[in-house]
């Protein structure tokens, strides 16, 4: 199973939940829970900027939060070949999820917000079912945005183990 997650510029949340993902895969790879490249992820951002890297609050984030040492990262604009190559795309937002859907209509069945993947659809229309932007925040909403996307980016895992199996 290939898992995109996508945000706006591939900087902070998109980035934080592939590092997030990836780690997960690591330790499930380390305990034979999974096959070493069963499940492949990346991410993109719609309006991301080729080759920007991740920001330095989210790097920060990660680390100080999980161990996470992940200062290596580039951005990737979102685009058809990215879509086509995925079998499961996360966003971390209701109005990015529908700009993929509507610009790529032959995809829209694979592409979900990460919280109604994790969690299920909204059950009432006013539930956020965003993940909130950190960018140009302090270090502490970055790192609140990260425990937010690791407890998402957790259960997810665990689904796709599941459909895995």
């Not at 069963?38 to 990660?62: Q, Y």
């Amino acid at each position: 199973m290939r898992v995109l997650f996508v945000c706006t510029g591939n900087t902070c949340r998109s980035f934080m939940a592939e590092q997030l993902m990836e780690e997960l895969i690591d330790d499930a790879s380390d305990d034979d829970r999974l096959q070493k490249g069963e499940i492949k992820v990346s991410s993109a951002g719609l309006f991301a900027v080729e080759g920007d890297e991740a920001s330095d609050f989210a790097v920060k984030a990660l680390d100080k939060l999980y161990n996470i040492d992940c200062d290596r990262h580039k951005a990737r604009q979102l685009d058809e070949e990215v879509i086509e190559d995925a079998d499961l795309i996360l966003t971390m937002t209701d109005s990015q999820k529908h700009a993929i859907a509507d610009a790529y209509e032959d995809f829209e069945d694979k592409v979900f917000t990460l919280k109604e993947f994790a969690i299920g659809p909204a059950g009432d229309e006013d539930e956020n079912i965003d993940v909130d932007d950190p960018y140009g925040g302090e270090l502490e909403e970055y790192m609140a945005c990260a425990e937010e996307i690791k407890a998402l980016v957790d259960i997810t895992f665990e689904k796709i183990i599941a459909m895995e199996n």
